[in-house]
Nanobody, 124 residues
Framework: QVLLVESGGGLVQAGGSLRLSCAAS????????VGWFRQGPGKEREFVAA????????AYADSVKGRFTISRDNAKNTVYLQMNSLKPEDTAVYYC?????????????????WGQGTQVTVSS
């Protein structure tokens, strides 16, 4: 099982940017799809974006399209989530997750490895 560690969260004003990182250890991401999810206060966990390592096919939630970009760095075995034009409603704990079946899916249950999460707070 791959171990995931997120970083890059913090406090930012509305309109600002943050870049989250998801680093893998134990295994490489080369045979995985990696997703970002978030859980806001009092809300259910929801899909944000995903990328398949092998061919870099990506998918995004409608709420973040055009503002967030998911990418990967092969040399660093890391997946990034670049978040621009942040809004207060983007406030949440952000989690990365890995699916060894390499599916590009929004389904939480498809991902078997999860990081501990990183807090993103957007002030108005």
């Amino acid at each position: 099982q791959v171990l995931l560690v997120e970083s890059g969260g913090g406090l930012v004003q509305a309109g600002g940017s943050l870049r989250l990182s998801c680093a893998a250890s134990g295994r490489t991401f080369s045979s995985y799809a990696v997703g970002w999810f978030r859980q806001g206060p009092g809300k259910e966990r929801e899909f944000v974006a995903a990328i398949r390592w092998s061919d870099e096919i990506t998918a995004y939630a409608d709420s973040v399209k055009g503002r967030f970009t998911i990418s990967r760095d092969n040399a660093k075995n890391t997946v990034y989530l670049q978040m621009n034009s942040l809004k207060p409603e983007d406030t949440a704990v952000y989690y990365c997750a890995a699916d060894r079946k390499m599916r590009i899916t929004t389904a939480i249950r498809a991902y078997e490895s999860w990081g501990q999460g990183t807090q993103v707070t957007v002030s108005s």
